[in-house]
């Protein structure tokens, strides 16, 4: 006869089991688990099995356990993870990617019907069309003002009808009109609501970000940077070559105001008599941009094509290897 556990031993064994996982890992997903059925959780269990493991407990008690252990070891990171611990929460301890699990996570969903009294967690539409309903069930079509005509001996909707809002409870005529079309239009499964990473916390949409969502965060960074240095004519390393070119412009102009010249500006004052030369100049960038050859290039092939073409050992019909 196998002996019973008593609650003060199961609650030394998760202690000593939570303790253990936070010193093996680093990464946690903090996960809601409103709604979530036991088999269902053990599917989610089974698919993360091999580098991840999910623990379910009682607030209070991961709280406790997280503090003491935070005190015995020293390591003040894991006291993030307390704030955390709000509702109906679960911790799944990883060390694989973390938007690989995440994903893992979110795909054991199962559909569940709309019970009286639940918070709709998605808006609900009734689609249009034949709902296999005599016409004696009129009556719940009526009471939630959704317009129906009978064809053919069944009740048809004839237009979608938004039944239930996000954020409203449930109904009993909306509970028993969806039962009645065979409608489950909730689906429940682990959330994730925050990721624990090394004693940082952040929001799991942090997980969806790509390397392009990066470079252009960097790069509005650095142009607010540059902005900032430019307004209070502070030199950095993003507003530096603004500054140079800035300057440039300025001497350029005291220099072609006052006919003094130094090499830089050379160039520019040429292109200011002469604005022939300047358009000579844009032409020839435009041809080479789009791979034409230049004018004087092309006139050059043109010639080359007209020259009569001398004939080689081939056309005489031997070869100087032969």
Do not use: W
């Not at 973390?98 to 998605?122: M, Q």
């Not at 028993?176 to 239009?185: D, M, N, Q, S």
């Not at 102009?253 to 844009?282: C, G, N, R, T």
């Amino acid at each position: 006869m196998a002996v019973k556990t008593s609650k003060a031993e199961k609650k030394i064994a998760y202690d000593q089991k939570l303790c253990q996982l936070l010193d093996q890992y680093t990464q946690v997903l903090i996960a809601a688990a409103d709604n979530v059925g036991s088999n269902q959780l053990q599917n989610i269990r089974q698919g993360l099995r091999g580098d991840s493991i999910v623990l379910m407990g009682k607030n209070t008690m991961m709280k406790r356990s997280i503090r003491i252990h935070s005190e015995k070891t020293g390591n003040k990171a894991y006291l993030n993870l307390i704030p955390l611990l709000v509702g109906n929460v679960g911790l799944i301890f990883t060390k694989g990617d973390l938007k690989e699990v995440s994903e893992e996570v979110s795909k054991y969903k199962v559909g569940a019907p709309a019970r009286v009294g639940l918070v709709a967690p998605v808006d609900v539409v009734v689609p249009p069309g034949n709902t296999g309903l005599d016409p004696s069930q009129t009556s719940f079509f009526q009471v939630l003002n959704i317009p129906t005509k009978i064809n053919k001996g069944t009740v048809e909707i004839i237009t979608p009808v938004e039944l239930i809002k996000k954020g409203d409870k449930v109904g009993s005529s909306e509970a028993a009109l969806l039962a009645k079309l065979g409608i489950r239009p909730f689906s429940y499964g682990l959330q994730v609501l925050s990721v624990y990473d090394n004693g940082s916390v952040f929001n799991p949409e942090v997980l969806d970000l790509t390397e392009d969502d990066l470079m252009d965060k960097f790069a509005i960074g650095v142009s607010m940077v540059t902005a900032l240095s430019l307004a209070i004519s502070y030199a950095t390393l993003a507003a530096a070559p603004h500054m140079f070119i800035n300057a440039y412009k300025n001497v350029l102009a005291v220099a072609v105001e006052i006919e003094y010249s130094f090499p830089q500006a050379d160039k520019v004052k040429a292109y200011l008599e002469d604005p022939s030369k300047f358009a000579v100049a844009v032409a020839s960038v435009a041809a080479a941009d789009s791979g034409a050859a230049p004018p004087a290039a092309a006139a050059a092939v043109e010639e080359k094509k007209e020259e009569p073409a001398e004939e080689s050992d081939d056309d005489m019909g031997f070869s100087l290897f032969d």
